[in-house]
């Protein structure tokens, strides 16, 4: 499972295997709950595909697009070829403690 955080540019990292040499990317965000669907495409490696790396990490810019927090399949396309399907938990909150940690008598959940 991946994780990323609403309104951030996030880095996900993937297995290159050797029949991926095209330097184009597309993914797909479908959420596990109704039918929204988020488009990225033509999205570049960080490192352009350099010969001897055994991954490739791709960033995905929540901060433009308006996906709410949730779990989402993320599918992985490499010049128009379908690579894999993942699952993704995306935060659109965060918690915040005021007090003494654990212990502490209010804890507020704020929108990313």
Known sequence: MKTAKAGLVNYLSFIRTA????????????????????????IQDLYHLVGCRDFFVLPLNLILTQVIGGEYTL??????????????????YEYDETGNGVYSNVVSVNDL
């Open 19 to 42: 029949d991926i040499t095209i330097d184009d990317f597309d993914l797909v965000l479908k959420s596990s709950v109704g039918n929204t669907t988020y488009n990225f495409n033509n």
């Open 75 to 92: 599918e992985l396309y490499n010049n128009n070829v379908f690579r894999g399907a993942y699952l993704i938990n995306v935060i659109g």
